[in-house]
C-alpha cells in the first residue's frame, strides 16, 4: 500500500519516466479538474503543477506534448463549467456549495460584471475565481463562441 507520507518527486519521477504515457494522462487530469467549477477551488495545482514543470525542465517528460494536454484539460475544464452555468443559470445560487459559501460566486460574478467577457481571460490569472468565472460566463449566456474566444488563449497562456 502507498504510504502518502513517502511519496516525493523523484517517485513520480521514476514512475514517469518507465509510463510516458501516464503523464499526458496526470497532466490533463490535474488541469482538467483544477479548471472545473467548484472543484478548481478545492484542489492544489499550486502544488502539481510547478512538479509538472520540474520534470519537463529534467526531460522526464516532453515539454509540447504536456503543453499540449494541459491546454485540452483547462479547456474541457472550462467548457464543462461553462455548461454547467448555462443549464442552471440562476438556479446555481441554490446549489451546494453556494448555499454555504456564496462568496465562491459572488467573487466570479462581480468579476464578470465589472470586466464583462475578458473576464473569462482575466480570470484564468486570479486563483479564487479561475475556476468558477466560465460557470458564470454560462449563467448569463454569452455565446459560446465568444467565451471560447478568451478561453483558448487563457488556456494557452496560463
Known amino acids: 500500500m502507498l504510504n502518502l507520507q513517502d511519496f516525493n518527486l523523484h517517485m513520480l519521477a521514476t514512475y514517469f519516466s518507465a509510463h ?49 494536454w494541459s491546454v485540452i484539460g483547462a479547456l474541457t475544464g472550462d467548457c464543462l463549467s461553462f455548461w454547467i452555468g448555462k443549464y442552471f443559470k440562476n438556479r446555481v445560487h441554490n446549489l451546494w456549495p453556494f448555499t454555504r459559501w456564496p462568496s465562491l460566486l459572488t467573487r466570479a460574478e462581480k468579476l464578470f460584471y465589472h470586466h464583462g467577457g475578458k473576464s473569462v481571460f482575466i480570470g484564468r490569472f486570479v486563483v479564487p475565481t479561475r475556476a468558477m468565472i466560465p460557470m458564470v460566463a454560462g449563467m448569463v449566456t454569452i455565446p459560446l463562441i465568444r467565451f471560447l474566444f478568451s478561453a483558448i488563449p487563457s488556456a494557452c497562456f496560463w
Not at 510516458?20 to 482538467?32: M, N, Q, R
Not at 483544477?34 to 520540474?54: D, K
Not at 525542465?57 to 504536456?66: D, M, N, R, V
Open 20 to 68: 510516458p504515457h501516464a503523464a499526458s494522462i496526470f497532466t490533463y487530469l490535474i488541469v482538467f479538474v483544477e479548471s472545473m467549477a467548484v472543484i478548481g477551488v478545492i484542489v492544489p495545482g499550486a502544488i502539481t503543477m510547478p512538479a509538472i514543470g520540474f520534470l519537463i525542465g529534467s526531460a522526464i517528460i516532453p515539454a509540447g506534448k504536456t503543453f499540449l
